[in-house]
């Protein structure tokens, strides 16, 4: 090689050779977002966390990036799909529910973890005390077990006679587990029989209802990844079997639950973005206190009638009917007393109401009900009073709408 030539390639790789440096010096830092469900299932969280980092400065593709690893419903894949996170070398993993947060903690003591949804942290092990969470494992808890006993309040609401109380439950979540014991101790309490039909995954669905025949007048469905991605089939073995059922989020509700009570998950999931933010730019998940839910909602169905749907673009056109809005109206004033006795919550109605200055006899929906083809409920249950004054259109702090 010649001199000249020589000296050229030396003095072409000392130039390259800072911007190679700089590059490796700009690389952004890595999520490791790791779904419970599906992209489609938990878009709205999904969509709700990368909104808020990019109030916080960071944008995908250009300060940030994001792998994203789904687990579709089955917990036995948490393991495998943290592991090959650990070996893209991620900054901060990012996870929902006790059963991956276990597996994340197992797989890695050093890169941080954020929990955007968690029941019990402190019992299932995950952290040490909320106030001081110590190791690399912080986040949000969903206070699952909590809410158990608020929950069977508004069955026995809905249905006053309630004697026999069904809870589906995937009882090889540990935090599935403690939210049993816990719709057990209160059932017992109010004098209810229970009966448990466990399900592990998706082919137990079909076989748990058809136990569950004609030995429960409602159903408590415990809150698990497996329920998550599988809720609209569950939705549909629910009203195939007559059974009210009560689950713990508004997605359930908007997949044919009849309704729901517990956080705003993709509230969670937006303020789980600030605590990566604040892992970013230095902070250690030691020193992050786990932060509990400011909200908790109660949803449910508009219509959840046996009403007959076979009128198509049609029938899904018209109008709510006047039994549609009074059983609206009758779900609100349990809503308004749920919140009076437990002020320390702010407790969102989610769909927009309509009241009118009237006295009327609500029939309380029961498994026998059913919406006649003329619009008229026809239920065998017992009526109520409920008065309320005029308020025109309105809603409590958010407005879903809910397909009919």
């Known amino acids: 090689m010649k001199r ?15 911007l190679v440096a700089r590059a490796q010096q700009v690389k952004p830092p890595t999520i490791g977002f790791m779904g419970e469900s599906t992209p489609e299932g938990q878009r709205q969280w999904v969509a709700a966390f990368v909104q808020r980092l990019g109030e916080r400065g960071w944008s995908e593709g250009r300060n940030l990036a994001i792998e994203y690893r789904w687990a579709g419903g ?20 990012v996870t929902q529910g006790t059963p991956a947060v ?12 954020v929990f955007a949804i968690a029941g019990n942290p402190v019992a299932n092990g995950l952290v040490a005390s909320l106030s001081r969470p110590g190791g690399n494992v912080t986040g949000l808890s969903n206070q699952t077990a909590e809410l158990a006993g608020k929950r069977i309040e508004l069955l026995r609401e809905v249905i006053p006679d309630l004697r026999r109380l069904a809870i589906m439950a995937n009882v090889d979540n540990p935090s599935v587990v ?3 014991r816990e719709v057990q101790s209160v059932a017992h309490t109010l004098g209810l029989d229970v009966i448990t039909a466990d399900i592990r995954r998706t082919a137990d669905f079909a076989s748990a209802f058809a136990a569950l025949a004609g030995r429960a007048d409602a159903l408590y469905i415990a809150g698990d990844p ?7 089939r569950l939705a549909i073995l629910a009203a195939g079997a007559r059974l009210a059922t009560i689950l713990g989020n508004r997605e359930n509700v908007v997949a044919g639950g009849l309704m729901s009570y517990g956080p705003n998950l993709a509230d969670l ?3 789980a973005a600030d605590f990566v933010d604040k892992i970013l730019r230095g902070a250690k998940p030691a020193d992050l206190p786990v932060e509990q839910p400011d909200q908790v909602r109660f949803c449910h169905q508009p219509d959840h009638g046996g009403r007959d749907r076979t009128g198509g673009a049609a029938d899904a056109a018209r109008p709510r009917r006047r039994g549609d809005r009074v059983r609206i ?6 809503c308004r007393l749920v919140a009076l006795r437990d002020r320390s919550q702010r407790l969102e109605l989610c769909p927009v109401l309509e009241t009118h200055r009237t006295r009327v006899n609500v029939p309380i929906w029961t498994p026998r009900s059913r919406m006649t083809r003329s619009g008229h409920l026809d239920s065998t249950g017992p009526c109520v009073h409920v008065a309320t004054p005029h308020r025109g259109r309105a809603c409590l702090n958010d407005q879903v709408r809910h397909r009919t």
Request: charged fraction near 25%.
């Open 4 to 18: 000249r030539e020589f000296m050229r390639l030396i003095g072409g790789a000392a130039a390259a050779w800072p």
């Open 74 to 93: 089955r917990n036995e894949r948490f393991a495998e799909l943290v592991a090959e996170l650990v070996r893209l070398k991620v900054d901060v993993i």
């Open 226 to 232: 497996l329920v998550t991605t599988n809720r609209v």
């Open 102 to 113: 276990l597996a994340a903690k197992e797989a890695t003591s050093i890169i941080p973890v």
């Open 178 to 180: 403690l939210d049993v």
């Open 329 to 334: 109206v009758l779900l609100h004033c349990i």
């Open 269 to 271: 999931h937006r303020r």
